[in-house]
Each structure stands twice: as structure tokens, then as C-alpha cells.
């Protein structure tokens, strides 16, 4: 397959250079695994040989129809009968939580506010040194650092268990304690940078802003929708624009279980992402 590649591209090279510069890098062995599993099918080894070296090109390209590795599949389950993506042959619906990564830094939080904390805690000590004596004094502050560690997790607890992506065949969704937003997969327009808060997450970039409404599992009527909390004031932190690419993916999130189903459901971005 190597060999057959190289003879293509020496030939593009010499008859019309434009359309070889179009090829896209091979697909991840991750993709094609993750959808072998999807199908299921066991592909023969010369497809996968084929998308291991390009997978597929660009929009504006001729050769096998610009088709991606996931385009392919699409095509393959056309042909088969399958004139759209049924829910009971998706790996949906899925929902994707915090990585472990994010898991370990949100409970790095407390640890590195307990300078601040313990220097509260040995000033109450100090007070109450000569009033109780020494035992009772490191007795309470100990107390209250416990106290403190306790309501940190909690309150972090509170936050961290509301964030998630969830993706249907209608579109995809996104939650926080600030807000929820859906958008269905046509509303994408590319992939970008948006401002959540103090981040500048890469995002899924929205054709149409969503409006504000109840965001309810499976039920948008194809209308990209946002729900900001009431107590939510600064818009900033919620936009209407974008959904964040944050929290449950890593920071390659192309190579995630999410960033797979995004190029199924959303072939329409395909090059037009933004560093």
C-alpha cells in the first residue's frame, strides 16, 4: 500500500501539484479500532492499510471523493441500506465526565490555598495558647483545618459533579454548574478558541447562538438551546456562542473518545479549526 501511495503522489507531483497538497496525515489506529468496534466489523487490512498513510483530504480535493476515514464509514453504511445514522448502532447516548487530569486538579485546589489557611488556623492557636493551654489550642486548629479541608471538598464535589459532555445522533451537550448548552451537530460551524471564565478552552464553534430555554435530554427540537443558572450574572462565564472543549477531554482532544464522535457526527468541520 506504501508503494501504491508513493506512485500517486509522484504522479500528482508531476501532473497537478494542487490536489496532492491536500492530503490530510494517516487516521490514528485509535480511530480506526474505536470504529471497527462501532460497526462492528473487522475491516480488511487493506482499508486500514490505505487510511493509516492519508486519511483521506480536504474539502476542495478529487481523489477517493475527499473522504476522511470517518466519511468512508458513513458511505460504507449508505451503501449498505443505512440512509442515516440510527441510535441503536451509535455508541450513544454517551456521557463523558472529568479525565483524570482534571480529577487530580480540582483536588489540588485546597492544598494550595492551605498556606493562607493554616496562617488563620495558627492565629486562632496563638489566641487561644494562654486562655486554654496548649492542647486544647492545637486541638481546635487542627479542628478547623480538618473543617476546612471538608467544606473544600465538598463544595468542589458540588461543582465537579454537574460538568459532562453527553453526545445523541440529534447533537451534542454541554453542563456546568453555570449552565447547560446544547447545539444540534449541523449548528457547528468549526473548531475555535471561546472564553469560559478564566479559560480560553478550544470549543465547537456555533453557526447560529443558542437561545435561551430548558435544555432537556434529547428534546430540543433541533435548536441550538442554553440554560444559564438564575444566579448567573456575568455572561462571560456561559457563552452562547460556542461549546467548551474542557474538563472531560484531554488536552489532544482530537484523540479522545469525544473528539472521535465529534468528527462522526461533525465532518463538516474538517480542516477549518483554529490553533
Known sequence: MQSIWGQ?????????????????????????????????????????????????????????DGWSFFSFICKYKTDKGVKKMQPELSPVPRVFTLTQEWKRRFALIPLLYSPWSLIAVGLVVLTCWTRFGPLIAVLLGMGLYVVYLLLSYFLIYLITKTIRHSITPEGITFCSLMYCIFTPWSNIKRVGRSQLGMYHPQALLLEQPAVKGKVRKRNQLGKATIERRRWLTNEKYAPDDALPLLFTVPANWQESDLGLAIKLYAPQIGDRNEQ
Open 8 to 64: 500517486l503522489e509522484m504522479q500528482l507531483q508531476h501532473s497537478i501539484p494542487d490536489v496532492g497538497k491536500h492530503f490530510r496525515s494517516g487516521a490514528l489506529e485509535s480511530t480506526i479500532q474505536w470504529v471497527e468496534e462501532w460497526l462492528p466489523v473487522a475491516l480488511p487490512e487493506e482499508v486500514k492499510a490505505f487510511y493509516r498513510i492519508h486519511d483521506g483530504q480536504s474539502e476542495d480535493s478529487c481523489i477517493v
